[in-house]
């Protein structure tokens, strides 16, 4: 699916992956809508449908709004684990089904293509550390969705795909000491550095674009498997 001239929806737009994601979309032409905080919340669901509803057409939604929360089982707040849930995944839910509602009501291209769905899960879904019990929990909640989703959207012309990034050097890392940012990228097969939100954007643009992308989880992370902590 080409970019230039299409509308794209990008939860979480105004930092990190989706801001990077976001720039690149407008650079390449697209018309591009932030559902972001405080304006947007991604769990609510009326907040939502009128973002989606705004838009007089629809041709992707990007979802990048996610929060972290790392903390032992013992002692866990449960409050805590249901919020990583709530935002990472049910979030993520609520804003794709939204948006490919409005897809569905529009015109194909020339592919049969009415819209594609990027979504964020993280290596956390597959190799999760210590401590990241809700939001490895989370993440894999998304991954597990996908190829049931893009079955279910295969007949409406909608194609589903998630990226699974490894440790990006976004705010949601925070700030880190130096030496253990030299620990952590010591760990990476290559190349040795943290993710850039530059890579997450150039593979979301190649999604788009490649019409035989469906149904799959990509991890992004320069080889990386996490040890347990």
């Known amino acids: ?130 401590g990241q019990a809700a939001y490895s929990a989370s993440k894999a909640g998304v991954a597990g969705m996908t190829l049931p989703i893009a079955r279910d959207l295969a007949s409406k012309g909608i194609r589903v795909v998630t990226i699974a990034p490894g440790p990006s050097d976004t705010p949601m890392l925070g700030p880190m000491r130096d030496d253990i940012r030299a620990s952590l990228e010591s760990q990476i097969p290559f190349p040795k550095r943290l993710g850039r939100a530059e890579d997450f954007a150039a593979l979301v643009k190649h999604i788009v674009e490649n019409e035989y992308l469906n149904g799959e989880t990509i991890r992004l992370d320069g080889a990386l498997r996490m040890g347990p902590r």
């Open 1 to 130: 699916m080409r970019i230039e001239g299409r509308t794209f929806l990008v939860s979480g737009g105004l930092s990190g992956l989706g801001e990077a994601t976001a720039a690149l979309l407008e650079r390449e032409g697209a018309r591009v809508v932030i559902a972001d905080l405080p304006e947007t919340d991604v769990t609510d669901a009326d907040a939502v449908r009128a973002l989606v509803d705004s838009c007089e057409e629809l041709h992707g939604a990007i979802n990048c709004a996610g929060i972290g929360g790392g903390a032992r089982v013992i002692g866990f707040p449960l409050d805590r684990f249901r919020k990583v849930i709530e935002v990472n995944l049910i979030g993520t839910f609520n804003v794709l089904s939204l948006a490919a509602e409005k897809m569905a009501a529009g015109e194909p291209d020339e592919e049969g293509t009415r819209g594609v769905i990027v979504n964020t899960a993280s290596n956390a879904a597959f190799d999760g550390q210590i």
